[in-house]
Each structure stands twice: as C-alpha cells, then as structure tokens.
C-alpha cells in the first residue's frame, strides 16, 4: 500500500477550499482591474503638472495595453505548463513593482514605465486567472471572468475619484491602499489549490504565439466584429472619456469623469448578471443591439452637450458591452479542453486588447488636428457603424 508523505498531507490541509478559492481569485481579479483603471480620474493631475498632449495621454494609456498584449503572446500559455498559482504570484510581485512606481512618478517617462509594468502584470495573470477561474467551476467562473473586470474598473475610476476630490495627495493614496489589498492577496494566494499537473514545455511556451485551439476558431472569427468594437469604446472610454465627460457636462469635476467610466462599467456588470443563464449567442445579439443604441443616444448627448442624454447613452452602451462581453465569452469557453484554456483566453484578451489599444491612440492623433467634441463624434460614429455591421453579419449567419 502507497503511504503519502506527511508533508505531502499538510500542504493539502492547508489549502483553501473551493469556494474560498474562487473569491480570493475573483478578487484579484478585481484588484487588477481597479489598478488599471485608477489613473483614469489622475490623468487631468498629471497633465496640469507635467503639460502633455491628448496623443501623450493616449500613448501613456496605451503602453499598459501594449504590455499587456505582449504579455499575453508570450506569457499567455505558461499557467498551462507551469501551473496557475506561480503564475498567479509572479503576476502580484510585478503588480506591486508598478504600484511602487507610480507612487514615485515624477514624469511622463515614469508614468509609462509604471503603466507598461502593470499591463504586463495583467497581462500575465489574465489568463491565469482566468482559466483558474473555469478550472474551479467552469460555470460560476465564466461569470466571474465577465464581471469582475467591469466592477474592478468602476471601483478604481470612481474610488480615484472620490480620493482626487476629498482626499489629500491623491496621486500616492490610492497606490498606498492598493498595495496593501495585493500584499494580503499574494499571502493568501500561497494557499490557493493547484489545478493543472506541471508538465513540461514551459519554456517552449513563451514563445510569442495566439495558440487559439482548432475548435474554437471558428466561434472566434464569429465574435471578432463585435468584441473589437466593444474594446475600442472601452479603450477610448478610460482614456478621454473622463475629459470628454467634462467638456460635455461643463463640469470640471474629478467626480464627473469617474461617473462617465463607472456608468460605462458597472451597469456592464449589471447587464452580465442579467444575460447569464440565456443563451449565448442571443445574448451576443441583444447585446449588439443595446450598444448601437446607447451609442445613437451619447452621440445626441455630445453634439447638443447635454449631460442627461451622454450618461443615459453611456449607462446603455454599458449594458450592451456587459452582455456582448458575456456572451463571446460563454461562446469560447466550453469549446477549450483544460490544459488549452489558458491559451485560449490569452488569444481572445490579445485580440480584445489590441482593439483596446490601437483605436484610442488613433482618437488621440486625431483630437490634435480636430478637437476633443469633434473626434469623439466621429468616433463613436465609426465603431457604431462597426457595431450594426457585425449585428447584421451575426443575423445573417443564424438565418
């Protein structure tokens, strides 16, 4: 009879269960998001002290997504070979990096390299979570994967802005209480349970690759239209979004652009709680529809500067993003073995991100020739247009 070592033994007693598993999870999760969308609201600091472009913040903004991309290609797969939890701990150490920089930036150099490390950071725990998440509990982690990054971005853009309005020396406040929720988090994650075997070809796998499995190609190709414009109004939401809220609303409140971004997120979480348990592709479809009409309502709230009609239209395009989100994701998941999914979701938030990215930095040149009002009108225009093409492709395909 096999005897297991005692130590062997211990470490089982000692990790968490699986529910406290899948909280802890979602709640880096949702930590990572905040970080990412706290520098949103601080953005209008940084460019009263240091004097740069709209094209310098989206650059700023965009070294993140960059990061995060090529963290993704190279890293995206490594959980599957080296396990979810190493991964998971190398990811918080890099976070925390970040967070120390941050709170040191004294630059726009500073500032990029803070943003670069921590899209990398995400970008490597992306996957790791996620597919984590799904090893857990293949059902309640694909809703945690779909809604704890909406409430993670609305907690760090209101929360932001809330410190930049009430709070002395925002610009280091907000990094000092993240570092302490990732320092308990990293602590408790030594406890987390393994759920991939380690085998071997680790590294191998950071060579820069999408390895999309062959099943679920052609479901990709299918959410493709609709999840790139869904990233690109996020990608120009986070980055302009809070200064286009106040030339709108008149309004040059910090509170004012983090309302724009929370309404944007959280009734995206809202939405997915909603849309969860119907099928996917439906889902995909209505989801489609309400942020083409959100769009049709904030660009009415744009042209005549009327602060009712841009945050009603950004609460609806919020609830079409959430549903959409959910349901291109529900549509991939099932279709990965487990020792793909980390592969798989590192193609899809590549793709999803590289949307996020590249767009905005687009917005950015373009407020240089044209102004904020005018880009943003044309913009939200062109990824509306996106939208009903992909809406229209998506109908086509079921008919």
Known sequence: MKTIPPAAVQAAQRQLGARTSLWLLASILVAFLAASSAPSPLYALYKQAWGFSALTLTVVFSAYAFALLGALLVCGALSDFRGRRDVILLALALETGALLLFLNADSVGTLMGARALQGFATGLVTS??????????????????????????????????????????????????????????AAATWFLPETVVRRPGAWRSLRPSITIPHQARGMLWQVLPVNTAQWALGGFSLSLGPTLARIVTGNDSPLVGGAAIAALVLTSAAAILVVRTHAPRAVMMGGAAVLAAGMAVTLAGIALYSAPAYFIGTAIMGAGFGAGFNGSLRSLVGLARPEERGGLMAGFFSLSYLAFAVPAIAAGLAVGHFGLHATALGFLAGIMALVLIALAMMKAKTA
Do not use: C, K, Y
């Open 128 to 185: 790791a979570l996620s597919a984590a998440l799904i090893d857990i509990d293949h059902g309640r982690g694909a809703l945690v994967n779909s809604v704890a990054p909406m409430v993670g971005m609305g907690i760090g853009a209101l929360g932001t802005s809330f410190l930049v309005q009430f709070a002395p020396a925002p610009t280091q406040l907000v990094f000092e209480l993240l570092l302490v929720v990732l320092i308990v988090q």
